[in-house]
């Protein structure tokens, strides 16, 4: 599977290159004089995301299909998220899906939305994602890194699963060793929590659970069927530690040649597919625990009490607004969100 995912990824890049050296860029020129928009993401064709992205495809070549073709690929078919990201930088493709912990490396200001426990319910989560005094700074902030941000997605909550071990409380993680997203934030959060922080790209978590090489990874429910971790890890316990949102990222120049009728009609798309991918994401999850339970054999692990892990990474929140103090103002209104959207004892 991997095998076939590099294979088509060196095909594809070779393709690209091709394109590059006749005078094409990543949004390439059919011959027809349509633009080709490739799009990569690295969920499975089953996901919310995917579903969504072909809503957006399908809005768009309704109204400009006569300029754009819009192409999109999954299951990291052009490479990792990094490599995604790198590529939307340079153009080389057009558009990507990114969790939003690895945009951290590439604008400090996406650590926010990376901080555990930073969200008091779901509600509070999705109606602070969709204030744009809240996404609007920090969504700007990667004009300069070459892309920017236009929608995000949703991505649920990200608990811990193991192998061997139930985790009930951080004690629990001691000695494991637990893969988590490569960025800065998410290796402290383990150091705080006890575990063993192993930082690595998604489609390399499954042999790596396979072959022991880790005893577990945290994550929503749909990695345990879409990506077979629940195969391997029969744990799956509820300590909700962090709501990290995927964001779409379009290359700089594309978005800017864009004319304004034009970007009008892309913004409608971004909120067909923000929407779209939002109203498959509870069923979808709600088949993801059906089948891990029914058939992967996973125990979900329902925590009465997560204040211990909540408590070890509480210093988090002080360490970034100590080390980014313009993120204050929108760490405040996500505490108005929070109050508002309390969640329900
Ligand atoms: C989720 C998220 C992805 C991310 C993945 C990960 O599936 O939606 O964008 O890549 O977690 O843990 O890497």
């Avoid at 969504?52 to 690929?73: S, V």
């Amino acid at each position: 599977m991997k095998q076939f995912r590099r294979g088509a990824a060196l095909a594809l890049c070779g393709l690209l290159a091709f394109g590059a050296l006749a005078g094409c860029s990543g949004s390439g020129s059919a011959d027809d004089g349509v633009q080709i928009i490739r799009i990569g993401h690295n969920q499975s064709t089953n996901h919310p995301t995917h579903t969504g992205l072909t809503a957006f495809e399908t809005y768009i070549e309704e109204r400009l299909g006569d300029k754009y073709d819009i192409q999109i690929f999954p299951s990291e078919l052009l490479g990792s998220q990094n490599e995604m990201v790198q590529l939307t930088q340079t153009g080389a493709i057009t558009f990507c899906v990114a969790s939003n912990s690895l945009l951290e490396t590439f604008s400090e200001n996406y650590t926010l939305f990376n901080m555990p426990y930073l969200f008091s319910s779901a509600e509070a989560y999705h109606n602070a994602m969709d204030d744009p005094e809240v996404t609007g700074p920090i969504f700007e902030s990667t004009k300069q890194a070459g892309f920017e941000a236009v929608t995000w997605l949703d991505a649920g909550t990200r608990n811990f699963y193991t192998i061997n071990t139930p985790i009930y409380s951080p004690e629990d993680l001691k000695g494991l060793k637990i893969r988590v997203q490569q960025s800065p934030t998410n290796v402290r959060m383990m150091e705080l929590l006890g575990g063993s922080a192993t930082p690595m790209g998604f489609g390399d978590v499954y042999t790596a659970l396979q072959s022991q090489m880790l005893d577990g990874a945290e994550n929503n429910e749909l990695a345990l069927t879409e990506n077979g971790h629940g195969d391997v890890c029969k744990y799956y316990s509820y300590d909700m530690h962090q709501m990290i949102p995927d964001i779409l990222i379009g290359n700089l120049d594309f978005m800017e040649s864009l004319s304004e009728e034009e970007r009008a009609i892309f913004d409608e798309g971004f909120l067909v597919l923000n929407q779209t991918q939002r109203d498959a994401w509870e069923d979808a999850v709600a088949q993801a625990k059906d089948r891990a339970e029914n058939e992967q054999g996973v125990e979900f692990i329902y925590l009465d009490d997560i204040s211990a892990f909540q408590e070890a990474v509480a210093p988090m929140h002080d360490e970034m607004l100590a080390e980014y103090p313009d993120l204050a103002p929108i760490y405040e209104l996500i505490q108005e969100h929070n109050a508002e959207f309390a969640a329900q004892a």
